[in-house]
Structure formats: structure tokens, C-alpha cells
């Protein structure tokens, strides 16, 4: 079994920054895909950036692309997400996710991921 706790989040004006973290803690950190995934009110989760095993394979939805950057440092159990330029939009709560698997792939697929964060709350005002 593995928990996830995410953090980080806040309230940050159009143009700002923030960097998420989400920390896994009850097995092998290294053996797992990571994920980020946000939920707007109305809206479905949608898929943000994912990360393999080692970090060196990434993926980003198209709309944070050159904004966000998804890193982890398996030394900390901790897949981080770097998020630049905040627009409105991405006003959302931001989830981590994490998938065991046994080769380097990407996992962009929210139905894939077995273990879930409680979610954080990121608010980009205008």
C-alpha cells in the first residue's frame, strides 16, 4: 500500500509560481510512475504531467506545456510539480497519483493509477 500527501498549494496571482510536492510513504518509491491530475469545479479530472520511474521520461497535457515541469527525487519519495505562469485556469485541486510498474513508462491515464493524495487546492486569481 502506498499514501500519498500532496502540498504546497495556495492562493497566487495570474503570472505567479507555485511548486507542489507530494510525498509516498509504505513501499518502494522507485518502482512507481507518478502522476499529477487537477479537478476543477464543473469539470472532470484532467490528466497534468507524469513522470517514470527514474524521472528521465516525462508528459504534460498540451495546455501546461512549457509552464509546468514534473520532477522527482527518489532519494525523498517526492515527485514535485512546478508550475509557472498561473493563469485562472488552472485554478483547481491538484492530485498525485502513483501506479507500480515494472518498466520506464509514462502512465497518462487516471483510470491506470491505484493510489490517490488527498488532493491540494491551487487558486490563481485575475
Known amino acids: 500500500q502506498v499514501q500519498l500527501v500532496e502540498s504546497g498549494g495556495g492562493l497566487v496571482q495570474a503570472g505567479g509560481s507555485l511548486r507542489l510536492s507530494c510525498t509516498a510513504s509504505g513501499r518502494i518509491f522507485s518502482d512507481y510512475a507518478m502522476g499529477w491530475f487537477r479537478q476543477a469545479p464543473g469539470k472532470v479530472r484532467q490528466f497534468v504531467a507524469a513522470?517514470?520511474?527514474?524521472?528521465?521520461?516525462?508528459k504534460y497535457t498540451d495546455s501546461v506545456k512549457g509552464r509546468f515541469t514534473i520532477s522527482r527525487d527518489n532519494a525523498k519519495n517526492t515527485v514535485y510539480l512546478q508550475m509557472n505562469s498561473l493563469k485562472p485556469e488552472d485554478t483547481a485541486v491538484y492530485y498525485c497519483a502513483a501506479e507500480r510498474v515494472s518498466t520506464g513508462v509514462v502512465v497518462i491515464s487516471d483510470r491506470v493509477y491505484d493510489y490517490w493524495g488527498q488532493g491540494t487546492q491551487v487558486t490563481v486569481s485575475s
Open positions: 513522470i517514470s520511474r527514474s524521472g528521465t521520461s516525462t
